[in-house]
């Protein structure tokens, strides 16, 4: 298995909802991260785990709040977003933090209304 | 501060054609390169990667050198398909001496590439 699963695929909230995108990995990797896409930019990082411990948080919002409850699961929780969090994002995986090889899974396109 | 930079798109190609999409950067430390693509609606793939200079990272037919005199790392490739139709990033990842990077690539903006028949 060498991939990385997002779920869910899309996600329409309301500015007062609160909802987590999950990512998974079964490739024994130690290195799980989260990106943000708008459209027709690059990624942007916001968070790094390594070993299950959070090693960079790029000044997010406290209305992302990422948790990695085990080696192969990493969710970001979301609750009172803006219009301007609508976004594709990412999670990618690496055999640790200083690997250079990222995993990137399809993304949850997520829209705030 | 660390940074890449990529040519101006979008780039419009008929089949079998050449393909080169410029990419430059600065940094400090010891950086890998990379060419990432991103098809529509997915996630992005490495699609090479050059570890120190003078390497030569190929995959699918596309070449990139790692040119440290130039700080450059140009993709690209003799025979283009509608199915290289995609956005390329071309991204950049410090390490220090010892190897450690804490994996956060710096990515450029992106070059949109249509291919068409």
């Known amino acids: 298995d060498t991939e990385v699963t997002q779920t869910p695929k899309h996600l329409v909230m309301g500015m007062t909802n609160k909802k987590s995108l999950k990512c998974e990995q079964h490739m024994g990797h130690r290195a799980m991260y989260w990106y943000k896409q708008k459209a027709k930019k690059p990624p942007e990082l916001m968070f790094v785990?390594?070993?299950?411990?959070?090693?960079i948080n790029e000044s997010v919002p406290s209305r992302f709040s990422p948790e990695c409850p085990n080696s192969s699961l990493l969710n970001l929780h979301l609750h009172a977003l803006q219009p301007e969090d609508s976004a594709l994002y990412l999670c990618?995986?690496?055999?640790?933090?200083?690997?250079?090889?990222?995993?990137f899974g399809s993304g949850t396109q997520l829209s705030v209304l | 501060g660390d940074s890449v930079t990529q040519m101006e798109g979008p780039v419009t190609l008929s089949e079998e054609a050449f393909l080169t999409i410029n990419c430059t950067y600065t940094a400090t430390g010891y950086p890998s390169l990379f060419w990432y693509v991103q098809y529509p609606g997915e996630g992005l793939q490495l699609l090479l990667k050059?570890?120190?200079?003078?390497d030569k990272g190929s995959n699918k037919g596309f070449e990139a050198t790692y040119r440290k005199e130039t700080t450059s790392f140009h993709l690209e490739k003799g025979s283009v398909q509608v199915s290289d139709s995609a956005v390329y990033f071309c991204a950049l990842l410090l390490s220090n001496a010892g190897g450690t990077s804490y994996g956060k690539l710096t990515f450029g903006q992106g070059t949109i590439l249509t291919v068409h028949p």
């Open positions: 785990y390594s070993y299950e411990k959070l090693s």
């Open positions: 990618a995986s690496g055999y640790r933090a200083t690997n250079e090889k990222l995993f």
């Open positions: 050059a570890t120190k200079a003078d």
